[in-house]
């Protein structure tokens, strides 16, 4: 078995533990969450059509946590496992949001807007959907 092998496998393995300790939706939601940190620091270096560029990288992380904490009126730590999954989808829109502003050279502040208004939207179908 070659070092790479071993590697893909022990990962692999690692996944597995994880998933069989915290659960299948608690170890997505944490690859959601890692996956929007890494758009995050990639996006901190953006400038939108105004000029306007990142003041600081860790405030816009912090914004979309506490606009997600807000939202749904806990911390991702105390979610139940049906809040976890709309967070999930969440994650992966932000992702998308900032692509596609970054495409159209949006302003940043256009594309904050609409991590705000996906937030809210998501979390008003999750309550459409729970009720």
């Given amino acids: 078995m070659s070092k790479k092998e071993i590697t893909v496998i022990s990962a692999e393995q690692k996944a597995l533990q994880q998933i069989e300790k915290e659960g299948v939706v608690r170890y997505l939601s944490r690859r959601a969450n890692l ?8 996006f901190a270096a953006y400038v939108g059509s105004d000029g306007i560029a990142s ?3 860790n ?10 904490k807000k939202a ?8 139940s496992v049906e809040m976890l999954s709309a ?13 596609n502003g970054k495409k159209q050279q949006l302003p940043r502040i256009e594309i904050r807007q609409r991590i705000t208004d996906l937030i ?12």
């Fill in 59 to 68: 405030g816009f992380a912090i914004f979309i946590s506490s606009e997600i």
């Fill in 72 to 79: 749904f009126g806990c911390p991702i730590k105390e979610m």
């Fill in 120 to 131: 809210r939207l998501n979390k008003q179908q999750y309550d459409i959907i729970r009720s």
């Fill in 35 to 42: 996956e929007r940190k890494a758009k995050i620091t990639e």
């Fill in 87 to 99: 967070v999930i989808c969440i994650e992966t829109s932000i992702n998308q949001i900032i692509d």
């Fill in 55 to 57: 003041s600081s990288p």
